[in-house]
Structures are given as structure tokens and as C-alpha cells.
């Protein structure tokens, strides 16, 4: 079965600091990758994805994210982080079957809490 | 942009008592989605759902789920008989050409 792994349950950055959350996930085949973010009351907000194509991915708010095939990986950056990017971050991953549209696996998320 | 919406935004019931709740996705979407969030845990997948029938569903959507598209707009979702372990926020979701775009939740409370 298709999972996906988060490594840090709870990150506590200053502003400014440089973020890499990890993502692993475990699927042989053609996969989609994700990332979403859920501040804090609202709903999940798609920040970027990786479907084929260059690895390094760029989403919005500065984010981006590298996909390494080898290591089934798709591990998240920001080079220097903001008091609002505080937040939880998941990482996501569906496989296509034939053209439909697989669900999404969701790894259990990263909090990061940026001090001002 | 269009949106997904879900309404209520909050739930509260008795355990035993039947919900649903209910989701407009995006309008020329064709796939929808529910899943679950239980407090402090992963999103969890529930159903899927294409061309008026269930294309998917995890083990959790067991017989006392259902979904149904009754007028070409809203997406439910119906808890026959709920229970404490239903308590959790249920997001709908719904694809457009490559993404699946989520709603703000429901947070279903069960007594």
C-alpha cells in the first residue's frame, strides 16, 4: 500500500531561518506529488506539485520543493522563513490508474511555528 | 477563483443520529472526494466519486457512509448512525485539470 512519511512532527524556526521539511513516499510507480498547507483555522491550500518534468518545483509564497526519484523523496524548502508561514504543512501523493484520478495519501504533517 | 464549499461549518450530534453534510465543489469539476480528518491525525481518504457513482473507498467508508450528487451541484455525504469515533473534520474536495482543490471542512462533533 502507498504511504507517505513526514519526519518532523513539530519544527520551531526564527524568522529569517532556513526551512526543509522531509517527505518520503513509498510507491513504485508513476506518482503525483503535493504539497498543501493548512494555516492556522482554514483549509488545505495546494502550495505546490510535482507531476513530471524538472525536479525542483517552485510554488508560491517562496516555497519549492525537489523531487528525487532514488530516494522517493519530495522534501519541502524555503530559504528564509516568515512569522506567517506558520502553519502545518502535508505532503501528498496519488498514483494515476489508467487516466482516473487517484485519491491522495497524506503524510501526518509537519507544524512549523515561526517566532517573530 | 472558484471555490469549494462545505456547509455547516460545525456539526454537533447525538451518537446515534444521522448527518450530512454538504459540499458544492468547483462547477465544471468531475471528480469528488471526501476525507477525514480525526483531531491530530493525518487526512484520510474516504470516497471518490466520478460520473454519479463511487469510483473509490477506503476501508473507513463502511456501510454507514453514503454520497450522493442529488441535483448536479452539491456533493453529501450522510453518516447514518454516528458514533463517537466519527468525530473528526470532513473536508470535501474536488478535481479540476490536475489538482484536487479542498473546501474549508466541516467539523462534525458526535455526543
Known amino acids: 500500500a502507498q504511504s507517505v512519511s513526514q519526519h518532523n512532527h513539530h519544527v520551531i524556526l526564527s524568522e529569517a531561518a532556513s526551512l526543509e521539511l522531509g517527505c518520503n513516499y513509498s510507491y513504485g510507480g508513476t506518482v503525483n506529488l503535493f504539497w498543501y498547507v493548512q494555516y492556522p483555522g482554514q483549509h488545505l491550500q495546494l502550495l505546490l506539485k510535482?507531476?513530471?518534468?524538472?525536479?525542483l518545483v517552485k510554488g508560491i509564497k517562496g516555497f519549492e520543493a525537489e523531487f528525487i526519484k532514488s530516494k522517493f523523496s519530495f522534501n519541502l524548502r524555503k530559504p528564509s522563513v516568515q512569522w506567517s508561514d506558520t502553519a502545518e504543512y502535508f505532503c501528498?501523493?496519488?498514483?494515476?490508474?489508467?487516466?482516473?484520478?487517484?485519491?491522495?495519501?497524506f503524510g501526518k504533517g509537519t507544524k512549523l511555528s515561526v517566532k517573530p | 477563483e472558484p471555490e469549494v464549499t462545505q456547509t455547516p461549518s460545525h456539526q454537533v450530534t447525538q451518537m446515534g443520529q444521522e448527518v450530512i453534510l454538504r459540499c458544492v465543489p468547483i462547477s465544471n469539476h468531475l471528480y469528488f472526494y471526501w476525507y477525514r480528518q480525526i483531531l491530530g491525525q493525518k487526512v484520510e481518504f474516504l470516497v471518490s466519486f466520478y460520473n454519479n457513482e463511487i469510483s473509490e473507498k477506503s476501508e473507513i467508508f463502511d456501510d454507514q457512509f453514503s454520497v450522493e450528487r442529488p441535483d448536479g451541484s452539491n456533493f453529501t455525504l450522510k453518516i447514518r448512525s454516528t458514533k463517537l469515533e466519527d468525530s473528526a473534520m470532513y473536508f470535501c474536495a474536488s478535481f479540476g485539470t490536475d489538482t484536487q482543490y479542498f473546501g474549508p471542512g466541516t467539523r462534525l462533533t458526535v455526543l
Open positions: 510535482y507531476f513530471s518534468g524538472d525536479p
Open positions: 501528498a501523493v496519488n498514483a494515476w490508474y489508467g487516466g482516473s484520478q487517484g485519491n491522495l495519501i
